[in-house]
């Protein structure tokens, strides 16, 4: 199965910007459907973007117009560019991948302070 690690992750004031990367074991081009999900303390795991290997993306409505999800087939890995962040974007970002099963990275932090 793949193993998906994830980094990027920081420090960063509010209204400033982040690079997440998430680096798969093996090829993506197989991979039904790769994204970006997102825990903050004491609430529910939650979508933050997806994108098929089609090229299709969806984005949770709290970061529409300021996240963008890409990939590169040739590293095998997505990206997560988060532009405006704002401190209730604070949270642990992991990288999942849907095929006929489904994998977890370990997660990274983000943390935007106000």
């Known amino acids: 199965q793949v193993q998906l690690v994830e980094s990027g992750g920081g420090l960063v004031q509010a209204g400033g910007s982040l690079r997440l990367s998430c680096a798969a074991s093996m090829s993506i081009i197989t991979i039904n459907r790769m994204g970006w999900y997102r825990q903050a303390p004491g609430k529910q795991r939650e979508l933050v973007a997806t994108?098929?290997?089609?090229?299709?993306?969806n984005y949770a409505d709290s970061v529409k117009g300021r996240f963008t999800i890409s990939r590169d087939n040739a590293k095998n890995t997505v990206y997560l560019q988060m532009n405006s962040l704002k401190p209730e974007d604070t949270a642990v970002y992991y990288c999942?991948?849907?095929?006929?099963?489904?994998?977890w990275g370990q997660g990274t932090q983000v943390t935007v302070s106000s």
């Open positions: 994108i098929t290997n089609a090229g299709n993306t």
């Open positions: 999942n991948a849907i095929t006929w099963y489904t994998a």
